[in-house]
Antibody, heavy 121, light 107 residues
Framework: EVQLVQSGAEVKKPGESLKISCKGS????????IGWVRQMPGKGLEWMGI????????RYSPSFQGQVTVSADKSISTAYLQWSSLKASDTAMYYC??????????????WGQGTVVTVSS | DIQMTQSPSSLSASVGDRVTITCQAS??????LNWYQQKPGKAPDLLIY???NLETGVPSRFSGSGSGTDFTFTISSLQPEDIATYYC?????????FGQGTKLEIK
């Protein structure tokens, strides 16, 4: 089965670091970009960044550049989203998603189930 | 960044109604426009890609049209299971920004 499976919910304190994961299976992980999308409580979808696991080419939205780091380990078909110092405003649901066309950024037709991140003192 | 302006932000309609949502891009994006449906507590689902192509398995009552800067998403006959929030998204360049969403409710 083609799927993206994300790591579980996290509860962290402000200032802590965090790395969440997204594991792809059932397809050639290195041949498709993987994107990250934020959804703050009760709000809309925000495009954060995207990585091509084949060569680690990574692009960020200006809104998220410097705030998060996107990475991937193609040996275990897993993409990551990490923070070095969390803020309360990072509280959100985070989705990973895969475009429908190999080696191209296009519509996201495959989504992970989401990872809830709660940052509170 | 290209800005995507969706309207309306919310919409109430009756079962069987024709429902239309519009999405306007801040610059020409050709047909690089997608539509997603998101139900509460769920990840988004792709409905329409490249402005007018129906994703496999999506009911034919959903359709999309447009090119350039102005796009339309239509549900020809609203069903109770269509209650959700709908988002447009461009991918002409990066970042592939989303519209702010349209919350659809049953009247």
């Amino acid at each position: 089965e083609v799927q993206l499976v994300q790591s579980g919910a996290e509860v962290k304190k402000p200032g802590e670091s965090l790395k969440i994961s997204c594991k792809g299976s059932g397809y050639s992980f290195t041949n498709y970009w993987i994107g990250w999308v934020r959804q703050m409580p009760g709000k809309g979808l925000e495009w954060m960044g995207i990585i091509y696991p084949g060569d680690s080419d990574t692009r960020y939205s200006p809104s998220f550049q410097g705030q998060v780091t996107v990475s991937a380990d193609k040996s275990i078909s897993t993409a990551y989203l990490q923070w070095s110092s969390l803020k309360a405003s990072d509280t959100a649901m985070y989705y990973c998603a895969r475009p429908r066309i190999p080696a191209a950024v296009s519509a996201f037709d495959l989504w992970g189930q989401g990872t809830v991140v709660t940052v509170s003192s | 960044d290209i800005q995507m302006t969706q309207s309306p932000s919310s919409l109430s309609a009756s079962v069987g109604d024709r429902v239309t949502i519009t999405c306007q891009a801040s610059q020409d994006i050709s047909n690089y426009l997608n539509w997603y449906q998101q139900k509460p507590g769920k990840a988004p689902d792709l409905l329409i890609y490249d402005a007018s192509n129906l994703e496999t398995g999506v009911p034919s009552r959903f359709s999309g049209s447009g090119s350039g800067t102005d796009f339309t998403f239509t549900i020809s006959s609203l069903q109770p299971e269509d209650i959700a929030t709908y988002y447009c998204q461009h991918y002409d360049n990066l970042p592939g920004t989303f519209g702010q969403g349209t919350k659809l409710e049953i009247k």
